[in-house]
């Protein structure tokens, strides 16, 4: 069964620096990759996926993801982050086969975001 | 053009109570899907309905239902609750079989 770790569970960055958040899936074929955000209590947005092609995806929020085969990671990154950022991000993994399409997703990055 | 809707946003029960959770998908959405966010547990799938009928069912026991409706939107009963189903329950939905999901806001349920 496919699998998605996020290694870190809380990441703190000052308002203006650099973003990137990982994402490591297994899976034995390229599968259908997510990064959703939730703010408190609210339910998930999607920020961007990757189904195949250019391995560097562009999502909504300044937000982007590349995707590497051989390090099976898809990280998420920005390159200046603002204070309304802060949430929880989420990668999720989808199997590709026609009419199997539930997600499976990491636990979770907190992103805290200081002045 | 509206998102997924659920409702209630909250719920308040009892241990061995039911509920009933509600779910509307975008229009056009003929998937839909339920997860549970439980603290400490992540997200996880709980069960998939396309066209009317249950595609795909996660690890929960039985007491863990629903159903779809012909005008898509859907329903998720849990029977003889128990305090750890208190969670963020997540409906979302999809174009047909189409993996890309999109959620609604959540109901929150507390078992007391």
């Known amino acids: 069964a496919q699998s998605v770790t996020q290694p870190d569970i809380h990441i703190t960055v000052s308002e203006g620096a650099s973003l990137e958040l990982r994402c490591n899936y297994s899976?034995?074929?390229?599968?259908?990759l997510f990064w959703y955000v939730q703010s408190p209590g609210q339910g998930l947005q999607l920020l961007l996926k990757?189904?195949?092609?250019?391995?560097l995806v562009q999502g909504i929020k300044g937000f982007e993801a590349e995707f590497k085969r051989s390090q099976s990671s898809f990280n998420l990154r920005k390159p200046s982050v603002h204070w309304s950022d802060a949430a929880e991000y989420f990668c999720?993994?989808?199997?590709?086969?026609?009419?199997?399409?539930?997600?499976?997703f990491g636990k979770g990055t907190m992103l805290l975001v200081s002045p | 053009e509206a998102g997924v809707t659920q409702s209630p946003t909250h719920l308040i029960k009892t241990r061995g109570q039911q509920a009933t959770l509600r779910c509307s998908p975008i229009?056009?959405?003929?998937?839909v899907y339920w997860y549970q966010q439980a603290l400490g547990l992540g997200l996880q799938f709980l069960l998939w309905?396309?066209?009317?009928?249950?595609?795909n069912r996660g690890n929960f026991p039985p007491r863990f239902s629903g159903r779809q409706f012909p005008n898509y939107s859907s329903e998720l009963n849990v029977n003889a609750l128990e305090l750890e189903d208190s969670a963020l329950y997540l409906c979302?939905?999809?174009?047909?079989?189409?993996?890309?999901?999109?959620f609604g806001p959540g109901t929150r349920l507390l078992v007391l």
């Open positions: 899976y034995g074929a390229t599968p259908y």
């Open positions: 979302a939905s999809s174009l047909g079989q189409r993996v890309t999901q999109y």
């Open positions: 229009s056009g959405h003929t998937s």
């Open positions: 999720a993994v989808a199997l590709g086969d026609s009419g199997y399409s539930t997600l499976t």
């Open positions: 309905y396309d066209e009317g009928e249950e595609r």
């Open positions: 990757y189904f195949s092609g250019d391995t």
